[in-house]
């Protein structure tokens, strides 16, 4: 599969890439079959079923009404945020439906049949839609409808960063030829050093293969520009996350303070900034906000973080072209890295845990700092592993299914770690004992022997060792 930038950034809505925005683009999905199969307006009845870590915590990452809106049509990249939780709110007040947006059914989140201790061999991620167009189901007994045979069912799994499967199809999906291929970070390396080129050419070149230069440039700022609105929203929003667990957001007050302490000295902490700027997205993702998976919605605000930092901090910015070619070159060089633990690993909470989430988006953000800071392509597959390497392990374990603790301190953490990972490849020359490679199968099998609780089912760790309330 060649993955590309634009599959790896995607803009969506919060709380998670996995539990929200794959849903939500199941249920898309699911509507645009049965539209091809069946006239819509004579489905009568219609199911839906999570399984494993979709049902364990999917209350809390608003899982429940991101399938409601994907089976109304709606899709993660276009839906209103704001409109997104009136319009659940509605559903199930009004305990009506809009299949498709065209068939009015009964049905709301409470409908939504929920098997947290059923684990499908594929993914934990899983979900299962059927719709029914018996004419006399109004007349028929409970035990009778669960015996009808569905005129339509799907299973889809949802892998992790808004990537959606459907059971039954090829997961690899199509091939999309590109000039210079790679699955690992030795083939990655070598091309380099055979093209001499840098990692975001190389990406570069393999987006080409889709894209016009002045598409991939316009994307690539686009998708700076809603995470930098994220970061904005997130710095100047107050108040508590939804949530039993009343989670204050704190970003606002912090940077109220930053501001102030610039009046009077001439730069605040920069490790302030980066801290500061990871919070303000995850706050603004845990609000159901609009965000940009990056490669998750758990841990999106690592590579905003680190970008919003650099462009404060680096030298040579002086004028708004360097600056965005600034940032072509790292969200290039930071998908490049996406590609090697989508292809060779996970990047999905559910199915190895934090390590999958965080950590690669920590050495996704140490390596395109790197090359910002003028790293040759060995510098910065070292500044990747240290990255990476450092969060091996790393289990999910949100508290009440919330991607709020220890989730956004989290982001920040990591934020300081993708710094420190690059500064310290630069002070290499790029020859080091673990190759990013054996860190992301380090992860992956790491991810295999972490017990189920650990990931993403909230039954395990700070979730079960701190009272939600």
């Known amino acids: 599969m060649a993955l590309s930038a634009f599959d790896l950034f995607s803009i969506g809505i919060g709380p998670s890439s996995s539990h929200t925005v794959g849903p939500m683009r199941a249920g898309t999905l699911f509507v645009d079959e049965v539209k091809h199969l069946l006239e819509v307006r004579s489905i009568t009845r219609l199911e839906v079923d999570l399984y494993g870590s979709l049902a364990a915590t999917g209350r809390g990452h608003g899982t429940l009404g991101a399938v409601l809106l994907g089976l109304e049509g709606n899709a993660p990249?276009?839906?209103?945020?704001?409109?997104?939780?009136?319009?659940?709110?509605?559903?199930?007040?009004?305990?009506?439906?809009?299949?498709?947006?065209?068939?009015?059914?009964?049905?709301?989140?409470?409908?939504?049949?929920?098997?947290?201790?059923?684990?499908?061999?594929?993914?934990?991620?899983?979900?299962?839609?059927?719709?029914?167009?018996?004419?006399?189901?109004?007349?028929?007994?409970?035990?009778?409808?669960?015996?009808?045979?569905?005129?339509?069912?799907?299973?889809y799994y949802s892998i992790g960063g808004g990537f959606v499967e459907r059971d039954g199809h090829n997961a690899a999906g199509p091939e999309t030829p590109v000039p210079l291929p790679f699955r690992t970070g030795a083939e990655l390396l070598d091309i380099c050093e055979r093209k001499n080129l840098p990692?975001?050419?190389?990406?570069?070149?393999?987006?080409?293969?889709?894209?016009s230069p002045e598409q991939i440039r316009a994307g690539l700022l686009e998708i700076w520009q809603v995470m930098a609105a994220s970061i904005h929203n997130g710095f100047t929003t107050p108040g508590h996350l939804p949530g039993s667990l009343r989670v204050k957001r704190r970003a606002a007050e912090f940077y109220s303070r930053l501001v102030e302490r610039e009046k009077v000295v001439d730069h605040a902490d920069s490790m302030d900034w980066l801290n500061v700027?990871?919070?303000?997205?995850?706050?603004?993702?845990?609000a159901g906000g609009r965000i940009v998976t990056a490669p998750t919605n758990g841990a999106a605000g690592i590579v905003p973080a680190v970008l919003f930092w650099a462009l404060r901090y680096l030298p040579g910015l002086n004028t708004q072209h360097d600056r965005d070619d600034a940032v072509v070159k790292y969200l290039l060089t930071a998908a490049a890295i996406a590609v090697l633990y989508k292809e060779r690993a996970s990047i999905s909470g559910a199915e190895v845990g934090c390590q999958g989430e965080v950590g690669s988006a920590c050495s996704m953000a140490a390596g395109a700092l790197a090359e910002l800071l003028g790293a040759t392509p060995a510098q910065v597959e070292n500044a990747a592993e240290i990255g990476i390497e450092h969060n091996l392990g790393l289990t999910c374990d949100p508290i009440g299914g919330l991607v709020q603790i220890p989730c956004i301190e989290r982001n920040a953490i990591a934020s300081v770690k993708a710094v420190n990972a690059a500064k310290m490849a630069l002070h290499?020359?790029?020859?080091?004992?673990?190759?990013?490679?054996?860190?992301?199968?380090?992860?992956?099998?790491?991810?295999?022997?972490?017990?189920?609780?650990?990931?993403?089912?909230?039954?395990?760790?700070?979730?079960?060792?701190?009272?939600?309330c």
């Open 428 to 468: 290499g020359d790029g020859t080091h004992r673990v190759t990013l490679d054996q860190a992301i199968e380090t992860m992956r099998q790491t991810g295999m022997d972490m017990l189920t609780k650990y990931k993403e089912t909230s039954t395990g760790g700070l979730a079960v060792n701190v009272p939600e």
């Open 199 to 211: 990692i975001s050419d190389v990406m570069w070149r393999n987006e080409l293969a889709t894209r």
């Open 277 to 286: 700027a990871a919070m303000a997205v995850n706050e603004e993702n845990a």
């Open 77 to 155: 990249e276009t839906v209103d945020p704001t409109y997104a939780h009136t319009r659940v709110e509605q559903i199930d007040t009004e305990h009506r439906l809009q299949f498709g947006s065209t068939t009015d059914l009964v049905f709301g989140t409470a409908d939504i049949g929920m098997h947290p201790l059923t684990i499908k061999d594929r993914h934990t991620n899983t979900i299962r839609f059927a719709v029914h167009t018996d004419p006399a189901a109004a007349e028929c007994s409970a035990d009778q409808l669960a015996a009808t045979t569905p005129a339509h069912e799907a299973v």
